[in-house]
């Protein structure tokens, strides 16, 4: 039997209580041009939403969160918190570019004598990884094993197909993260373009050829980061029965779903980004020490 697991944290009733409109465009503070799939969060709830390709976003929420504050995130930016009543008033976002000194990059040709891990085959699809209310980042980590080096040559996601979704694709982001040797969380990105790729319905994966980028494995390791985008294109709607009240509920939720597989190799951690935050997100095969984890496959090669 598949399950769907969606990414909750926490969760806060805000019963019948007024709704406001929080509207506004997100700008980069050097160049004031837009910042586009920047993901928006209300802090401590699951409210959230994404800007859109011009930075544009909107969000319907009660009144009572204009007292909150909001967290802001975007590739190749510092995260940004600001008071929700100030953006619900001035309607606009600046952020600061992030900026660090990466490792050097070179361009190499991928040759054979390559290897992938965690390797996926359809059988082996248990679960899925779905996000409902709030954007959120799913990252699993891959261990940097042997002297050699070795270089990213190519990620194969999986996704599961859900009869709810009714377009034909839908939209996400990359994320490639080094490891922050104290914490051993994701920390910086390796890729400082943003990488939108598209799920078909027609598909049950996603690749994408990265060996002309020469991006070396980390000594520490490296994090794969799938990033939900919340724009109307990926938003669909559950539907389903109250455990308690048997009520019916009605659930927003964004596409695309996650495969999952169970891993017994521990070295494999899936952590999620949330609210300003890195999380550990562990659940356990019933009856065995197998963790549920994002069916993501990372081929490395060899360089001349």
């Given at each position: 039997m598949?399950?769907?697991?969606?990414?909750?944290?926490?969760?806060?009733?805000?019963?019948?209580?007024?709704?406001?409109?929080?509207?506004?465009?997100?700008?980069?503070?050097?160049?004031k041009t837009a910042v586009p799939y920047a993901n928006i969060s209300f802090l401590k709830t699951l409210k959230g939403t994404s800007s859109d390709e011009e930075g544009y976003f909107y969000i319907d929420v009660p009144e009572s969160y204009l007292e909150r504050e909001v967290h802001i995130s975007a590739l190749g930016f510092k995260d940004t918190i600001m008071p929700a009543r100030v953006i619900s008033e001035k309607k606009k976002i600046y952020m600061k570019e992030e900026t660090f000194e990466l490792e050097e990059v070179v361009v190499s040709q991928s040759l054979g004598d390559s290897q992938v891990l965690n390797p996926v085959s359809s059988y082996s699809i248990k679960s899925g990884f779905s996000s409902a209310?709030?954007?959120?980042?799913?990252?699993?980590?891959?261990?940097?094993?042997?002297?050699?080096?070795?270089?990213?040559?190519?990620?194969?996601?999986?996704?599961?197909?859900?009869?709810?979704?009714?377009?034909?694709?839908?939209?996400?982001?990359?994320?490639?993260?080094?490891?922050?040797?104290?914490?051993?969380?994701?920390?910086?990105?390796l890729i400082r373009k943003s990488i939108i790729l598209e799920s078909s319905t027609e598909e049950d994966y996603v690749s994408i050829d990265l060996s002309s980028?020469?991006?070396?494995?980390?000594?520490?390791?490296?994090?794969?980061?799938?990033?939900?985008?919340?724009?109307?294109?990926?938003?669909?709607?559950?539907?389903?029965?109250?455990?308690?009240?048997?009520?019916?509920?009605?659930?927003?939720?964004?596409?695309?779903?996650?495969?999952?597989?169970?891993?017994?190799?521990?070295?494999?951690?899936?952590?999620?980004?949330?609210?300003?935050?890195?999380?550990?997100?562990?659940?356990?095969?019933?009856?065995?020490?197998?963790?549920?984890?994002?069916?993501?496959?990372?081929?490395?090669?060899?360089?001349?």
């Open positions: 598949r399950i769907c697991l969606v990414l909750f944290l926490l969760i806060m009733g805000v019963g019948h209580a007024q709704e406001v409109l929080v509207e506004g465009h997100v700008y980069d503070d050097k160049t209310e709030t954007p959120w980042v799913l990252a699993l980590y891959f261990p940097n094993i042997g002297a050699a080096k070795k270089y990213l040559q190519k990620i194969t996601i999986h996704v599961q197909q859900n009869s709810k979704f009714k377009r034909a694709s839908s939209k996400f982001r990359l994320r490639v993260y080094d490891v922050d040797k104290k914490t051993r969380k994701p920390d910086h990105d980028m020469g991006i070396r494995m980390p000594d520490e390791g490296v994090y794969i980061g799938l990033e939900w985008i919340f724009l109307p294109y990926n938003w669909y709607t559950n539907t389903y029965k109250h455990a308690i009240t048997n009520k019916k509920v009605v659930e927003d939720r964004f596409a695309p779903t996650f495969a999952a597989v169970y891993q017994k190799n521990q070295n494999f951690k899936t952590m999620v980004y949330g609210m300003g935050e890195w999380n550990e997100f562990g659940i356990k095969a019933p009856g065995n020490n197998e963790n549920l984890i994002p069916a993501i496959s990372l081929k490395l090669s060899k360089k001349k």
